[in-house]
């Protein structure tokens, strides 16, 4: 039982480019999330899926877009990196939204773009 | 929607003394709030969590308590060990909404 798996774990990316953070969980989660992490800022999120076929945008979504390609996974995309978008990338999963149950978090992608 | 708010950023004690960490919160509706502990370089992890029906919540050193009336709770750490140095974030959750909102974390020292 892996709990919630994050690709890759580090990644530098020149200003511009292009790529997709991977995050797929093993516990039959329904919900799913993306948060970005910066000093002093604490967790932020960015976009999540409810449930299979649902996506919603959170706090800070400009600039990202994701994916939830089936139940197990959802994927964050940058489609034109910029240095603003330098931080730590955390996935994480819970039973169903609004439950009184935690997240479980992925071990994170520290993401630097140049 | 919720806002939640952590004090203090930043706590630094001697091995052995207690911490407690506070947030407050503003959403009535809101019934379930979880402490998380980040270690450095490391992905936040659950703790101690506590449920609008219950005021208080014990596991060995660490306990939470909730004032629902006042929408304040809080961690209290008791014979701090150097192993307790981490950021720690407060969360408050429910009432219908999909999005758990956190405080913005306290890192904790702990001096040997």
């Known amino acids: 039982n892996a709990g919630v798996t994050q690709t890759p774990k580090f990644q530098v990316l020149k200003t511009g480019q292009s790529m997709t953070l991977q995050c797929a969980q093993d516990?039959?989660?329904?919900?799913m999330y993306w948060y970005r992490q910066d000093p002093g800022m604490g967790l932020r999120l960015i976009y999540y899926?409810?449930?299979?076929?649902?996506?919603d945008k959170g706090e800070v979504p400009n600039g990202y877009n994701v994916s939830r390609l089936n139940k197990r996974e959802f994927s964050l995309r940058l489609e034109s990196a910029a240095p603003s978008q330098t931080s730590v990338y955390f996935c994480?999963?819970?039973?169903?939204?609004?439950?009184?149950?935690?997240?479980?978090f992925g071990d994170g992608t520290r993401l630097s773009i140049l | 929607g919720e806002n939640v708010e952590q004090h203090p950023s930043t706590l630094s004690v001697q091995e052995g003394d207690s911490a407690v960490i506070k947030c407050t919160y503003s959403d009535s509706a809101s019934n379930y709030f979880p402490w998380y502990k980040q270690e450095l370089g490391k992905r936040p992890q659950l703790i101690i969590d506590?449920?609008?029906?219950?005021g208080e919540k014990k596991d060995q050193r660490i306990a939470v308590t909730l004032n629902k009336t006042a929408k304040h709770f809080s961690l209290h750490i008791t014979e701090t060990q150097p192993e307790d140095s981490a950021v720690y974030f407060c969360?408050?959750?429910?009432?219908?909404?999909?999005?758990?909102?956190f405080g913005r974390g306290t890192s904790l020292i702990v001096h040997p």
């Open positions: 969360a408050a959750s429910g009432g219908g909404s999909y999005i758990p909102t």
């Open positions: 506590i449920r609008s029906n219950v």
């Open positions: 994480a999963s819970t039973v169903d939204p609004g439950t009184e149950q935690p997240q479980h």
């Open positions: 516990m039959n989660h329904n919900s």
């Open positions: 899926s409810a449930s299979e076929g649902t996506t």
